[in-house]
């Protein structure tokens, strides 16, 4: 019998998407401003809390892009940057004409290890005798970064900080949401992400006036006249208001989504808790809440199984699987970077797998995964 394929992470319209689109097309609402767009700000804004703005992209990598813009992040400044993350991370500080500095991972939440990030600070300062500009920490298949420890030393040195809360869309950490610690953060509405709007993404601010100026440079920099007048360089990074429909929608099944994430998760975790060579990464206490967005393990090297052979065994069973993020220390087009490195994602790299996790995996998907995972080490 003809098996249906499991996919990594699916867009799944479950909401009442089809309404908002088709009162967008009733309306003629179908350019890059209207009541989607605005109403689809408001939900994210209720969900982020804190006072903050948030503002709707064409993207998430327009979202940086944007932070990176608001900060007067330019030509010779550098910016570090999480290493073992998505190239969206660290293409926007290029844009700028800055240079990405790379910071590696703390093994525990594989995200940006914060006294490595001291030292990078310290140094980048002994050898260029100026500050990094901006940090840009990441969430990295929705696991919270240990970001008090980060913010202390962003502060300590005065340095503003964009979170790339792209992956972590719903994650919390000591129940605050993230993408809500930093001076920015970052959300991705991709067809892959948490919830999509097919493609979009959203900046979240930290008041009415650096929103204000968003939105200026996301419309082109369009001065408040009656005729054209730039005084800067924009960019055409508005989302349309029928993306925002989309987003809306997706927004009344959030929950559910969340849910069904870490549902699979506990699957995962119990189907696999007595095979030894696998370790399903998993908040490693209460402060941490991930939305697991992807469900990723480690496989044991000593047993001679590599993840890309897990890729292909999968395969073979109609699974889609995927390897780790490939450091950005490790990209030939960022070979020229400085980076501080200390092993710990070129080893994530190296042992690690991101198994589906979306809303169209079911249960048996889960435990099929399970097994053949489970057979595959013990071979
Ligand atoms: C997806 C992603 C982005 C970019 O988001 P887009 O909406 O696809 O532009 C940025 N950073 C990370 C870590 C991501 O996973």
Known sequence: MEQKRVLLCLAHMSGNEMQYIQEAFDTNWVVPLGPNVNAFERDLEAMVGHDKRVVALASGT??????????GIKRGDEVIVQSMTFS?????????????????????????????????????????GRKPRAI???????????????MEVAR????????????????????????????????SFNGNKMITTSGGGALICPDEETARRTMFYATQAREPFPYYLHREIGYNYRMSNICAGIGRGQMTVLDEHLAHHRHLCDLYVDDLRDVDAITVHVNPDERFDSNYWLNTILIDPSTG??????????????????????????????????????????????????????PCVSDDDAHRIAALLRDLVSK
């Open 62 to 71: 327009a979202a940086i892009h944007l932070a990176l813009v608001n900060l």
């Open 88 to 128: 969206a991370s660290a293409n926007p500080v290029v844009y700028q004409g800055a240079t990405p500095v790379f910071v590696d991972s703390e093994p525990v939440t594989w995200n940006m290890d914060p006294e490595l990030l001291e030292h990078a600070i310290k140094d980048r300062i002994a050898k260029t």
């Open 136 to 150: 840009i920490p990441v969430y990295l298949y929705g696991m919270p970064a240990m970001i008090d420890d980060i």
């Open 156 to 187: 300590r040195y005065d340095i503003p900080v964009v979170e790339d809360s792209a992956e972590g869309f719903g994650s919390r950490y000591r129940d605050q949401v993230v993408g809500t610690f930093g001076d920015y953060g970052i959300m």
């Open 305 to 358: 199984v590599t993840p890309e052979q897990a890729r292909q065994y999968l395969d073979a069973h109609g699974i889609e699987s995927r390897a780790l993020w490939n450091p950005m220390h490790c990209q030939p087009v960022f070979a020229s970077a400085p980076a501080y490195v200390n092993g710990v994602s070129e080893r994530l790299f190296a042992t690690g797998l991101c198994l589906p996790s979306g």
